[in-house]
């Protein structure tokens, strides 16, 4: 049976920081994926989806210049833009598993199960270790509806060789409004089924009815408290049945997009053998991301119960695992201020407590909201829908939330940022020069004086 000093289970941003790390301090380590090497960022998340919402932007920018010194609005050709996206997302396995070779990790493919708390199982091979590192990720959640199975996930979106005509989106989150715009760019006629009162429920409740008016501007039809019970047909003809106010209703569409949310992926892991207690969000971690009841076991990235399931807090948490499991137990997870956006057009982006939370916290805070349709940088590119809400501690005079709406938002989230992670406060950031014609310009006229 191969003996190492580490087994990471996952190749995604959590476990191949975790398992580069540790072969460069000197360990010997083997890692394991079921699935092409690379995780589902670079491959089946964050990067294909960006380089379509980098087409459907051009659509967006040129269908709001139009008479305005753009001639007509550009259209995708969807075929050509796959074939762009997997120029990104094809070289992937194949350039990690290379980089795992140089470094000396070990590596095989298969599907990880643990037969005792310190040994896995992949394909024929028993594997033994220290140490052991669940980065397994995120799978959609079940829906249990009769029909379950006539829906595709995000991974089957990224990859539709052709776009139809009509889709329908379960679920109001993330996934079902960034690729609502992506295929209503794309020409594609879109509805959204949210089983929420409000769509985006983690996000500004000002700015998200904003963007609800934007993408039913653009088409989008967007139904809420909309209970999707089952889903009836075949291919391309297909019955989506739902429940809203106490009515039953059915939309025909060609294709349905789960988009309800995603759940960490466990399911083959048989943890019970290892003795790892798993809750809701996930596997149960102390503040050092080792296993509440396993201490050989720890568990990054969206598999683990602390943070938001984003790229960047996976490879965050895989350095804190793999620093404490080199040096036991010294460096604790810590709530850093994290910025999210929603690459929809215009894009929704956030970092810090929201209004509601800082209510609830019964936090003073000077807030400021306003529609920015008027500024400059949005009237530049006629953009009819922007606006941001910035949360400034009444006593620090320091950001304590910041919520925006409009192209470059994703950008200028980051100065925000920056500036709560490092304590500047609002007076010291109105007083910094920054570039200008920018949207970061618009950073000083977004803080109280
Ligand atoms: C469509 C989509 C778009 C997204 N867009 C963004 C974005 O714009 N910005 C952002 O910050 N985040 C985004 N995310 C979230 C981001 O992709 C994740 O937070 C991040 O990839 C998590 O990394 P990870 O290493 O924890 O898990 P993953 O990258 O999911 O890696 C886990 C790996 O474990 C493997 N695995 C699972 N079970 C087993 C097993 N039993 N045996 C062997 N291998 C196993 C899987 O095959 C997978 O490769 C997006 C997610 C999706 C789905
Ligand atoms: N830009 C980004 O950073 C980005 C993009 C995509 C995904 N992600 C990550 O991936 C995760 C998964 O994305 P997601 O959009 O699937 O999940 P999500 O949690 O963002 O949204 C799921 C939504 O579906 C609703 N819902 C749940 N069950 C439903 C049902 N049966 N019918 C109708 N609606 C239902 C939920 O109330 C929720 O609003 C996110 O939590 C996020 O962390 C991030």
Redesign the pocket.
Known sequence: MPIFDLIV?????????VAQTARKAGKSVAI???????????????????VLVGAAEIVARSEQMTGNGIASAATINWPDLMAFKKTFTEPIPENTEAKFRDLGIQFYH????FLSPKTVR?GQDELTADHIVV?????PKPLNIPGEELLI???G??ELSQLPEEIVMVGGG??AF??AHIAARAGAKVTILHQGKRPLEGFDADLVSLLVKAMEALGIRILLEANVTAVEGQKDRLTVRYEQAGESQSILTNLVIHAAG?VA?????ALEKAGVKVGPKGVAVNEFLQSVSNPAIYA?????DKG????????Y??KIAINNILTGNRQAYTDNPTP??V?TIPTLASVGLTEEQARKQGRKVKVTFQETNDWYTSRRINESFSAFKTLVDEETDEIVGAHLLGSGCDEVINLFTLAMKHHITAEDLRNTLLAYPTHGSDLSSMLPD
């Open positions: 289970i996952g190749t995604g941003s959590a476990g191949a920081t394991i994926d079921k699935l092409p090497f690379g995780g589902t960022c670079s491959q089946r998340g964050c990067d294909p989806k960006k298969g599907v990880a199960t992949v980065a397994t990720g995120q799978r996930d995000s991974t979106f990224l993330y996934i960034e690729f995603r992926d466990v399911a083959e892991l990054c990235g969206d598999v683990a938001l399931p984003l790229t960047p807090l996976a490879s948490e895989g999210s956006a690459y």
